[in-house]
């Protein structure tokens, strides 16, 4: 499915509340929120919103809500879409750099790190901290990418109903239907927290999770918030050799579905 396509059937985005242990009280007023994909809201909401902020967003066809009003203003820092200035923080804003680095509108290393090394950047104190972007940000993408490779080459065919699905179906003990991981698992999980510190090995760990959730200990049931598809959601955890992951399945009609892998 293309971003078009993707567009057409879900042209809206959700806040989502946080995942963290204890949330913050700050983002309670942007839970629930639903605008538009290319809504100007998003453009300084989109989490993160601050440090340590594990917020997220999804697509949904759910129906647009009013723009929040009021709550705790976002740090300049985190204002800003990284969908649209892939830049996972506002680097003008940051305080290494703001007000210090004469060119940061118009350098064109920081614009789009097309340049190499040998091209050599103004010779400022400031030009590390965008060369550790640049170069972060080339790692997520690469490490992304390298995700969606693996899952496209190592997902079953199957069938469902009359038609062929690419999925994983793993037996679980816990449940009496085998878990499904398909596409939705992964891009959800490849979506989220971009920022966070332990990002790039979630993704690792995503290549692992169809053998990492067969040893995941069922602990409880939870009544969906935000999602009207979903009869409950499951969750798991899993702890071995000081690997401590927590994973949620959404329960309904269709299946057992793997929706979220969290490092905890």
Known sequence: MDRCEAAHLY????????????????????VGTVLPIEHPWWDTHMPPSAW???CGVRKTDKPVTPVPQGG??????????????????????HPYVKGVCPIFNTCQYRKDGTLT????????????MCLLAISYR??????????????????????????????????????????????GFYEEVISKYAGGVNYIYRLELL???HELIKDARFIKPEKPKHHDDASSFLVFEYDKNGLKIEFK????????????????
Request: glycine share 4%; net charge positive.
């Open 52 to 54: 340590g902020c594990e």
């Open 207 to 209: 290549k692992k999770a």
């Open 117 to 128: 090394l040998s091209d050599t950047p103004p010779n400022r104190p400031e030009c590390k």
């Open 249 to 264: 399945a959404k329960e309904n009609a269709d299946g057992i579905f793997l929706y979220h892998m969290k490092i905890l």
């Open 138 to 183: 080339k790692k997520i993408r690469k490490e992304q990418e390298a995700v969606r490779k693996w899952y496209k080459a190592q997902m079953p065919t199957t069938k469902v109903g009359k038609f062929p699905a690419r999925r994983f179906e793993i037996s679980h003990q816990d449940t009496p239907r085998p878990i499904i991981i398909n596409r």
């Open 72 to 93: 705790q203003p976002v740090n300049p820092v985190f204002d800003n879409n990284p969908g649209k200035t892939a830049e996972f923080i506002n680097m003008a804003e």
């Open 11 to 30: 042209p809206n985005l959700e806040y989502l509340e946080s995942s963290a242990a204890n949330k913050r009280k700050d983002h309670k007023d942007y």
